[in-house]
């Protein structure tokens, strides 16, 4: 197990975009920037094979439409896992919209949309991935949003064989990001800069093909074990109830020879 206290020069590579990315206050702080010629991202140096992810992000304030944040675990070839969090740029005024995916064995298509209940431009807020063989657990401050259960009983593929490095980058999509694409990138606002600090993981490192939580049964049984307590469940309810915007498990449209099995079997995930 390992518990990291975000020192981003000791965890993370800076990948693309040139000066656009930064690691400031001596590893504390990280930024990523977006103008009219590029983007930018970085990576994880560790890759992780189950485990609680936090990392704090500020977004883009002000006039965002156009832009995508993304930040999320992914592992690497044609057959891989994903776990997706994607704020979608707005104009002045509008809420954020959080996007967010799972996919196993390359094949997504289980994305479920929300609003924020809060200004996410405005101060740092906490975003978190739990990732076990039972579930994945989407969360903000610690309230869960997302759910998506182990269901492989029912032919459900789940990420659970492949390890995943963590990414973050700022893109221009203003082609879809922002009302489906009637609103575009206005690059008199540029640059525009996300914030990271406080990245944290409670994970298992893997490396040479051997997981860190291998000679440590009790941890790996620990995180294995980890569950949505009442008091979570009643939260994720009320964000689905007041926040979900967006539910794969009910757009038949797109599904138009049947919902995905999980979605029938557990109802809205």
Request: glycine share 8%.
């Amino acid at each position: 197990m390992v518990a990291l206290g975000g020192n981003f020069n000791q965890d993370f590579v800076l990948t693309w975009g040139g000066d656009r990315a930064k690691i400031l206050n001596n590893g504390q702080l990280l930024t990523l920037s977006l103008d009219k010629i590029s983007g930018s991202g970085f990576q994880s140096k560790n890759e992780y094979f189950f485990g609680k992810i936090d990392m704090q992000i500020k977004l883009v304030p002000a006039n965002s439409a156009g832009t995508v944040t993304a930040y999320y675990l992914r592992s690497d070839g044609l057959m891989w896992d994903e776990i997706d969090f994607e704020f979608l740029g707005n104009l002045s005024g509008e809420p954020y919209v959080l996007h967010t995916n799972v996919y196993s064995q390359g094949k997504g298509d289980r994305e479920q949309q929300f609003y924020l209940w809060f200004n996410p431009t405005v101060a740092f807020h906490t975003y978190s991935v739990l990732w076990n063989s039972q579930h994945i657990i989407f969360s903000v401050d610690g309230t869960p949003l997302r759910e998506f259960k182990n269901m492989e009983l029912i032919g459900v593929p789940f990420p659970k064989k492949h390890p995943m490095r963590i990414y973050s980058s700022i893109w221009n999509a203003d082609d879809w990001a922002t009302r489906g694409g009637l609103v575009k990138t206005d690059w008199s606002k540029a640059p525009f800069t996300a914030s990271y600090r406080n990245f944290n993981a409670n994970a298992c490192i893997w490396g040479s093909g051997v997981s860190s939580c291998i000679s440590k049964l009790n941890n790996h049984a620990r995180l294995s074990a980890i569950e949505l307590d009442l008091k979570s469940k009643k939260r994720l309810a009320w964000v689905h109830k007041n926040f979900m915007i967006y539910n794969y498990c009910t757009d038949r449209k797109r599904f138009p020879q049947g919902l995905p099995p999980e979605c029938t079997a557990t109802g809205s995930l």
